[in-house]
C-alpha cells in the first residue's frame, strides 16, 4: 500500500550574517549565497575562487612526494633511450591514466610500452605476469598509475629482474610502502601535498605538468591537451570536486566539449552526446562504456581507443564498446535481481553489512550490484565472486558514510586481502571463508553503526522561501557546476505550497505539477518517482516540497521549473 508519509529530513541551518556578505561582496544572488555558506565558504575571496577555478590556482607538483625521483627516474630513462612500461589499471581511472602516460611521454621523447590489466586473467592491481611481460619487452624502468601502493611482492620482484619502479597512485597507504624507488601517493602520512583527494589521473596530471616544466614545456598548453582525460577520470572516480579536483573538472570538461582527440570524438558520438559535455554525461555515459570495456571484456580495448589517432579505426572501436556495454547493462540487471533476492533469503537486510556471492556472477559487474544493494537495503554492500582457480573469491564493496571500507578490510587481514577507498573497494579470499567473513564484517560493523544508519534519509541543503526560486537567480545556481561527490546539486525545502493541478504522465512514477505559494504566481514542474503518493492527493492540498529548481529547455524556449523529490504534508 502507498503511503503519504515522507522519508526523514535533514535540512541545513543558514547563515543570515555570511549570506549577506557574500552577496554584496559578490555580486550573487541570495541563493548562491546560502549555497556558498552552507558549504563553508564564508570568506568572499574563498567563496570567488570556488565560483571561478583558476587553473593558475593548480598546487605545485614538486610539493608531490618523491617528485623528484620520480621525475630523476622518468628523465633519465628518456635520456639514456630507456624503454618505459607503464602498467595502469582497467576502470575509467586507471585508463585514462595509462592515456596521459602514454602520450605525454611519448610526446616528450620517451620509448613507452602502455598495460592496463585484463580483470579476468590478471585481476585487481599488478599481475606478476605484467612484471615479466615488462622484462620480455626490454623495459628498463615500470611505472604504474592508479595501482602499485599495496603491490608490496610485485615491485620486488620487478626489482629483482632489475627494474627501476616508480609508483604513482591515490588508492589508501598502508603503514609501509612499497620498495620501489619512488612512490608518488598524495596520501602518504608525509606528504605535504595541499590536495591529498587526486584521482589517480590527477596524480599523473600533476606529475607531467612538472615534467614539462623540467623539460621547458608550456604548462598551459600541456593542461590544454590532457585536462579532458584527467577530468573523465576524476569525475568518473566519483573524486570530490573541491579544490584542485574541480579545477580540473570544470576546465576538463571545456576541453571533453571541443576535444581533438578522435577517440573522444567517437565515443561522444556513440554515447549521443552533442553540445557542452557535462559531469552527467561523464558520470552515466561516458564513464560506463569505458567501464564496460574492462568490466566484460578487455580495458585494452578503452585504452586504444583514448589513443587512436585514425577516425575510422576510432569509430570501430567506440560502436564495439557501446556493444559490451549494452551486454554489460543487461548483465549487471540479471545479477542485480538475483542478488537482492539472495540477501532477502538468507537475511542478510538485517545485519550490519551486506556479504552475499554466487560463483557464476560476473566479476565486471559486482562493484555496480553492491552500488544498487546499497541503494535497496541502506547497508555496506559486498558481492562476491568465484576466481578462475575455483578457490579464491573476490569482492567489490560499496559502503555508506559512517563506514569505512578500506579500513574495515585492513582490520580483516589476513581473513582477506584488499584496499581501497572508504565507499568503494575491493578484496580477495578464501571463497569458502564468504560466511566467516560476513560474520566478521558484521561484529566489526557492530562498533560503528547504528539502526539510524541504516535510515533513509533525504539532506536538503537549505529552506527558502518561493519567492528567492528566481529564474536569474537558478541560472546563477549554474556556477556553482560542476556537481558530484562533496558539491552535489543542490535541493531546497519550501513550505506550504499548495499542489493547484496535479496531472498524469505516461509513468505512474511521474506526475506534472501546478502549485503555488500563498497568492504568488504559478509554479510549474514535476513529480519524479514519486506518482503513486502524489495521486492520493486531492487538488488543493497543502504540503511543504522538497525540490530542485532547474532550467528546462524545450523547443527552443527555456523556462522555470520545480523537480519535486519528495513533500509532506503541510
Not at 121 to 147: M, N, P, Q, W
Not at 234 to 248: C, G, H, S
Request: net charge negative.
Amino acid at each position: 500500500m502507498t503511503e503519504l508519509q515522507a522519508a526523514p529530513w535533514i535540512v541545513c541551518p543558514r547563515d543570515l550574517a555570511a549570506e549577506e556578505r557574500l552577496r554584496k561582496e559578490l555580486g550573487v544572488s541570495s541563493l548562491v549565497a546560502a549555497i556558498l555558506a552552507q558549504r563553508g565558504f564564508i570568506d568572499p575571496s574563498e567563496a570567488d575562487k570556488f565560483l571561478h577555478p583558476r587553473l593558475e590556482d593548480l598546487h605545485d607538483p614538486r610539493l608531490l612526494p618523491d617528485y623528484e625521483p620520480a621525475r630523476n627516474e622518468i628523465l633519465g630513462a628518456r635520456e639514456r633511450k630507456e624503454r618505459i612500461f607503464v602498467h595502469g589499471d582497467y576502470d575509467v581511472d586507471g585508463v585514462t591514466s595509462a592515456s596521459i602516460l602514454d602520450r605525454f611521454l611519448k610526446k616528450i621523447g620517451c620509448d613507452v610500452i602502455t598495460h592496463v590489466p585484463h580483470r579476468m586473467r590478471e585481476g585487481y592491481g599488478i599481475h606478476a605476469s605484467a612484471v615479466e611481460a615488462a622484462v620480455a619487452t626490454g623495459a628498463k624502468l615500470f611505472l604504474t598509475c592508479d595501482c602499485g601502493i599495496s603491490a608490496f611482492e610485485q615491485v620486488a620482484a620487478a626489482r629483482e629482474a632489475g627494474l627501476r619502479v616508480v609508483v604513482t597512485d591515490h588508492h589508501t597507504v598502508h603503514e609501509e610502502l612499497p620498495e620501489a624507488h619512488a612512490v608518488i601517493n598524495p596520501h602518504r602520512p608525509d606528504s605535504v601535498y595541499p590536495w591529498p583527494e587526486l584521482s589517480g589521473a590527477g596524480v599523473v596530471l600533476k606529475l607531467c605538468a612538472g615534467l614539462t616544466t623540467e623539460v621547458g614545456w608550456k604548462t598551459e598548453q600541456f593542461y590544454r591537451a590532457y585536462l579532458d582525460l584527467a577530468a573523465l577520470g576524476t569525475i568518473a572516480d566519483v573524486m570530490p570536486l573541491l579544490d584542485e579536483n574541480r579545477i580540473i573538472a570544470r576546465h576538463g570538461l571545456e576541453r571533453l566539449t571541443d576535444s581533438r582527440k578522435v577517440g573522444i570524438q567517437a565515443l561522444k558520438r556513440v554515447s549521443e552526446i552533442e553540445g557542452p559535455v557535462t559531469a552527467y554525461h561523464v558520470g552515466f555515459r561516458l564513464g560506463p562504456r569505458i567501464n564496460a570495456a574492462g568490466r566484460i571484456d578487455d580495458a585494452a580495448l578503452a585504452l586504444e581507443l583514448l589513443l587512436e589517432t585514425d577516425e575510422t579505426r576510432a569509430a570501430k572501436l567506440a560502436q564495439q564498446i557501446d556493444a559490451i556495454n549494452t551486454e554489460r547493462r543487461a548483465e549487471q540487471e540479471r545479477i542485480i535481481q538475483e542478488a537482492i533476492l539472495m540477501v532477502t533469503e538468507k537475511g542478510q537486510d538485517k545485519n550490519n553489512v551486506i556479504f552475499v556471492g554466487h560463483q557464476s556472477w560476473h566479476a565486471g559487474v559486482v562493484g555496480i550490484v553492491a552500488g544498487r544493494l546499497v541503494e535497496v537495503f541502506r547497508r555496506p554492500a559486498f558481492v562476491a565472486t568465484l576466481g578462475d582457480d575455483g578457490k579464491t573469491g573476490k569482492a567489490s564493496a560499496r559502503s555508506i558514510p559512517k563506514f569505512n571500507l578500506a579500513q574495515a578490510l585492513q582490520s580483516l587481514d589476513p581473513l582477506v586481502s584488499g584496499g581501497g577507498h572508504a565507499m568503494a573497494a575491493g578484496c580477495s579470499f578464501e571463497y569458502d571463508d564468504m560466511d566467516r567473513i560476513a560474520e566478521a564484517l558484521h561484529e566489526y560493523a557492530a562498533e560503528f553503526l547504528t539502526e539510524e544508519d541504516f535510515k533513509v534519509t533525504q539532506f536538503a541543503d537549505l529552506e527558502v522561501d518561493a519567492s528567492e526560486i528566481t529564474y536569474e537567480a537558478v541560472e546563477q545556481l549554474r556556477d556553482l557546476e560542476p556537481f558530484g561527490a562533496a558539491n552535489p546539486e543542490p535541493i531546497f525545502v519550501a513550505r506550504d505550497i499548495t499542489f493547484t493541478q496535479i496531472k498524469p504522465t505516461r509513468s505512474p512514477q511521474h506526475m506534472m505539477l501546478t502549485m503555488r505559494n500563498g497568492t504568488g504566481k504559478p509554479i510549474q514542474g514535476a513529480g519524479f518517482g514519486i506518482g503513486e503518493r502524489l495521486a492520493l492527493l486531492e487538488s488543493g492540498a497543502e504540503a511543504h516540497v522538497l525540490f530542485r529548481p532547474c532550467l528546462d529547455e524545450w523547443q527552443g524556449r527555456t523556462s522555470l521549473k520545480w523537480h519535486v523529490r519528495d513533500f509532506a504534508l503541510a
